[in-house]
């Protein structure tokens, strides 16, 4: 079976601080790797990683993609209250024509 | 620009009504989602579609049913409301070439 599994759960940290949140998938015929951010409203796309060892980045977050051992790590630099939100990692299969498999979030609160 | 809009935002209803909510992307995708969200299992989908006329089940789909007459709309029908209904639901629309879903704003709906 399928499964996507983000670590940790819940994270709480300071303004200024750097985090690392995680992302192991088992997953046949896999194709691509998302994540997404998710405020109190929709989740809005960040990275989508298809190839091993390139990191994606954008401002203070960046993303990098390990084929070999299943997995992606999402990092965000000198955190901001604004960055609090959960984070969703997910990932899209060859086989099927846009199906996202999730994984349950990390629910990441920056304090001031 | 393109969006995926959703409605009503908010919906209260009682056990036993059916219910629609509406999706509408402007796009122009062909793969539309249909996905709850609640406290401890992330999201979960609950139907799919790749183009028109075409829809799937997905894993929670009991109590749940779609139908796509245009590339546009993608309405959810809940037959018989339960209180077990009671969610966020986004609808999600992509393009089969790329991948990344983009997400609708969500309706909140409420089962009493």
């Known amino acids: 079976e399928d499964k996507v599994v983000q670590s940790p759960l819940s994270l709480v940290v300071h303004e200024g601080d750097t985090v690392t949140l995680n992302c192991s998938y088992e997953?046949?015929?896999?194709?691509?790797l998302l994540w997404y951010k998710q405020e109190k409203k929709a989740p809005t796309f960040l990275f989508m990683l298809?190839?091993?060892?390139i990191e994606k980045k954008s401002g203070r977050l960046s993303s990098i993609l390990d084929k070999k051992e299943l997995f992606s790590i999402l990092n965000i630099t000198a955190t901001q209250t604004g960055d609090s939100a959960i984070y969703l990692c997910?990932?899209?299969?060859?086989?099927?024509?846009?199906?996202?498999?999730f994984g349950q979030g990390t629910t990441l609160q920056v304090k001031p | 620009d393109a969006e995926i809009t959703q409605s009503p935002r908010h919906k209260i209803t009682e056990t036993g009504r059916q219910v629609t909510l509406a999706c509408h992307q402007t796009?122009?995708?062909?793969?539309m989602f249909w996905y709850r969200q609640d406290l401890g299992h992330g999201l979960r989908l609950i139907h799919y579609?790749?183009?028109?006329?075409?829809?799937n089940k997905g894993e929670v789909s009991d109590g749940y049913s779609v139908s796509r007459s245009n590339t546009e709309d993608l309405p959810l029908t809940l037959e018989s409301a339960a209180s077990s209904q009671t969610s966020v639901y986004f609808c999600?629309?992509?393009?089969?070439?790329?991948?990344?879903?983009?997400f609708g704003p969500g309706t909140r709906l409420t089962v009493t």
């Open positions: 999600a629309s992509s393009d089969p070439t790329l991948g990344e879903q983009y």
């Open positions: 997953v046949t015929n896999f194709r691509s």
């Open positions: 298809t190839s091993s060892g």
């Open positions: 997910a990932v899209l299969k060859t086989s099927n024509t846009g199906k996202l498999i």
């Open positions: 796009w122009n995708h062909n793969n």
């Open positions: 579609s790749y183009g028109v006329q075409d829809t």
